[in-house]
C-alpha cells in the first residue's frame, strides 16, 4: 500500500481539506476516489510527487 495525501477544496472558499490515505496504486488524473468514513468524493484533477527534506516519498493527490 502507498500512503498518499488527498487535498479536496472546500465548496465555499479557497481552502482545502486534507485527508491520509493508503491506497494500493496511484491514481491518475481523471481517476474518481472516494471514502464514505472520510466524507470525500471526487476526481483527480493532479498527482504530485517529491522527497522531502528527511528523505521520505511525499505524494500529493488533488481531487475536485
Do not use: C
Not at 491518475?28 to 466524507?39: I, L
Amino acid at each position: 500500500m502507498i500512503d498518499i495525501d488527498i487535498k479536496q477544496r472546500a465548496a465555499n472558499g479557497p481552502n482545502y481539506k486534507l485527508f491520509k490515505k493508503k491506497v494500493p496504486a496511484l491514481p491518475r488524473e481523471g481517476d474518481h476516489m472516494s471514502s464514505d468514513m472520510d466524507g470525500f468524493s471526487g476526481y483527480v484533477k493532479r498527482t504530485m510527487f517529491w522527497w522531502n527534506e528527511q528523505g521520505k516519498l511525499v505524494i500529493e493527490v488533488e481531487i475536485k
